[in-house]
Antibody
Framework: EVQLLESGGGLVQPGGSLRLSCAASGFTFSNYAMSWVRQAPGKGLEWVSGISGSDGSIYYADSVKGRFTISRDDSKNTLYLQMNSLRAEDTAVYYC????????????WGQGTLVTVSS | QSVLTQPPSASGTPGQGVTISCSGSSSNIGSNTVNWYQQLPGTAPKLLMYSSYQRPSGVPDRFSGSKSGTSASLAISGLQSEDEADYYCAAWDGRLNGVIFGGGTKLTVL
């Protein structure tokens, strides 16, 4: 059974940093592209970043480019999102999702982790 | 403002059919396939349709997808109360070099 479990969310001050993790199980993690998708309170879905499973290609939404860094450790079956220079508008539930390949076809999602940026 | 445009709301009575549209451009829907998601309140989104008209296993055939030019549609027939949810379309955008979502459509089953 495919499972994705996010962790690392919490309350952080504007300008601060946070690292999210997504532990994957039930499939060969290294074979799949993965993405982070977020949802601000009461708002719609926004794709944040994606990383391929093969050639290491990485993509970012313009809203986070230069501030967020996606990475993966295939030996640990874990996806990461390093978030720096956080802003109030980054407040959202962050989901990791499997995307084979990076086309917006997210076939499995985690339960999400809430990031709140506030002073 | 989303790159993919969806109506903010849709409604129907049990047993009826409803269609949700998703309008884009040549850099997204016009040149890539469309995926649809259903999000029930308080839960993570669920893949409902991929590659514009393919249903993942377990999704009832009451749900169908189509695409023409730079627009796509999700049709739901025989509405049921459990279909009340938010629905999102998504596609790769070659100009933005990323995935884009529609703003979402809240479906109400009256």
């Amino acid at each position: 059974e495919v499972q994705l479990l996010e962790s690392g969310g919490g309350l952080v001050q504007p300008g601060g940093s946070l690292r999210l993790s997504c532990a994957a199980s039930g499939f060969t993690f290294s074979n799949y592209a993965m993405s982070w998708v977020r949802q601000a309170p009461g708002k719609g879905l926004e794709w944040v970043s994606g990383i391929s499973g093969s050639d290491g290609s990485i993509y970012y939404a313009d809203s986070v480019k230069g501030r967020f860094t996606i990475s993966r450790d295939d030996s640990k079956n874990t996806l990461y999102l390093q978030m720096n220079s956080l802003r109030a508008e980054d407040t959202a539930v962050y989901y990791c999702a499997r995307d084979p390949p990076i086309t917006g076809r997210f076939d499995y999602w985690g339960q999400g982790t809430l990031v709140t940026v506030s002073s | 403002q989303s790159v993919l445009t969806q109506p903010p709301s849709a409604s129907g009575t049990p047993g009826q059919g409803v269609t949700i549209s998703c309008s884009g451009s040549s850099s997204n829907i016009g040149s890539n396939t469309v995926n649809w998601y259903q999000q029930l309140p308080g839960t993570a989104p669920k893949l409902l349709m991929y590659s514009s008209y393919q249903r993942p296993s377990g999704v009832p055939d009451r749900f169908s997808g189509s695409k023409s030019g730079t627009s796509a549609s999700l049709a739901i027939s025989g509405l049921q109360s459990e279909d009340e949810a938010d629905y999102y379309c998504a596609a790769w955008d070659g100009r933005l070099n990323g995935v884009i979502f529609g703003g979402g459509t809240k479906l109400t089953v009256l």
